[in-house]
């Protein structure tokens, strides 16, 4: 069973950024896509980013699209999220999640790992 650990998460006021960091244990993890979601509260999860195995193929839900950047480091077990310009609409828990295959998808249902969430927070 993979483990994911995410990480910075934090406090910061609007227009600015953030990267979080995923690291998953094993070693098999360039072979399956990654992706982040969030959960605000009172909402249900949203997909927000996601690449393939190789990172050729990146995904955006329409609210983060030219503001945030996922990539991953395959040689580091580690996916990436750039979040720039931040509004407070993206106040959330940001959780990473490992695919059940290597192709890239939006689909919650095609992810099989996750992680325990970061808490983001952005102040207007």
């Known amino acids: 069973q993979v483990q994911l650990v995410e990480s910075g998460g934090g406090l910061v006021q609007a227009g600015g950024s953030l990267r979080l960091s995923c690291a998953a244990s094993?070693?098999?993890?360039?072979?399956?896509?990654m992706g982040w979601f969030r959960q605000a509260p009172g909402k249900e999860r949203e997909f927000v980013a996601s690449?393939?195995?190789?990172?050729?193929?990146?995904y955006y839900a329409d609210s983060v699209k030219g503001r945030f950047t996922i990539s991953r480091a395959n040689a580091k077990n580690t996916v990436y999220l750039q979040m720039n310009s931040l509004n407070p609409e993206d106040t959330a828990v940001y959780y990473c999640?490992?695919?059940?295959?290597?192709?890239?998808?939006?689909?919650?249902?095609?992810?099989?790992?996750w992680g325990q969430g970061t808490q983001v927070t952005v102040s207007s």
């Open positions: 094993g070693r098999t993890f360039s072979s399956y896509a």
């Open positions: 690449l393939n195995w190789s990172g050729a193929s990146t």
């Open positions: 999640a490992r695919g059940r295959t290597g192709r890239g998808t939006k689909a919650s249902a095609d992810f099989e790992s």
